[in-house]
């Protein structure tokens, strides 16, 4: 198909991996936009750990994880009792104070050139590895009791407390599962790309991945990918009119959210079930589709 790249392809299984930590918070109904500081944690660690010389990329994955997990897990405490769009506000507010940070220590982080010098060890099997590890590992969670538990979070957390749910717990394990893909992402991107640039953790780049899991839905585990696919290819589709990307990405978006709120993975499957029960001739209202006789 047209577009279709080993460059594109590449760049579709990077974008999936980011996007997949905007989908672990949102696919519990957690309005946390904070994957952009994690995924910056993770990549300047390991670029600032590559210009000291620590060349292992699996130390530098680790040191970013692990950072990014105990910061979600501190930040947690400070706004665990917050949620819907003040939770939002405040974890958009995080993107540009950790902008400041990276922009204000050059010594550390490079300022706003940025830390080149990492080294280029991530190419398409390592990307197709991770884009598959993480598929295993969120369909087995979807069919899940844990996966029950988030889905009931998502839809109504009182009914979801009331239920025997722990919603403070589910809620701050996934705050911090969500920093540990993005984390993670954030490595591989330093990896992919060699460098590291404040321009790549920024608001734009929080606005993308959110596109991208709307797009795609958090309802099911292969929205991400969906998401990925079609937001990073939109401009290769239109390389003769770059001009109308922006307006061809946002229209979907709309369209999205007006007629398909579950994204295009969730409103597929709706679609199929719907063909089916059709196909199969069962009533919609459950009943047993015979006529009572009255008297």
Known sequence: MAGFTPTAIELILLNAVGVFSVY????????????????????????????????????????????????????????ARLRGI???IVTVGLTAIFGALINNFPHLTGGPLGLPGVSLNVH?????????????????????????????????????????????????GLFVASSVVAAFAGCLQAHYLGFVSPDSFNF??????????????????????????????????????????????????LLTILFLPEGIVGGVLVLGRSAVIALRGEPRNGGVGTRTETR
């Open 24 to 79: 672990i918070v949102l696919s519990g109904g957690l309005f946390a936009f904070a994957f952009v500081v994690f995924m910056g944690i993770g990549a300047y660690a390991a670029a600032i750990l590559a210009s000291h010389g620590h060349s292992s990329m699996l130390v530098q994955a680790l040191t970013g994880i692990g950072i990014a997990a105990v910061s979600a897990m501190l930040l947690f405490l400070m706004v």
């Open 86 to 88: 003040y939770l939002g």
């Open 124 to 172: 398409l099997p390592a990307l197709i590895a991770a884009v598959g590890f993480l598929c295993v590992v969120f369909a087995a969670i979807q069919h899940s009791k844990l996966g029950r538990r988030v889905k009931l979070l998502r839809t109504d957390p009182l009914v979801a407390g009331t239920l025997g749910v722990n919603v403070r717990l589910l809620s701050g």
């Open 204 to 253: 734009t780049t929080l606005i993308l991945f959110l596109e991208m899991a709307v797009i795609g839905g958090v309802s099911h585990w292969a929205g991400p990918i969906v998401g990925a696919l079609v937001v990073t290819m939109i401009p290769q589709w239109l390389q003769s009119f770059q001009i109308l990307s922006p307006v061809v990405s946002g229209a979907i978006l």
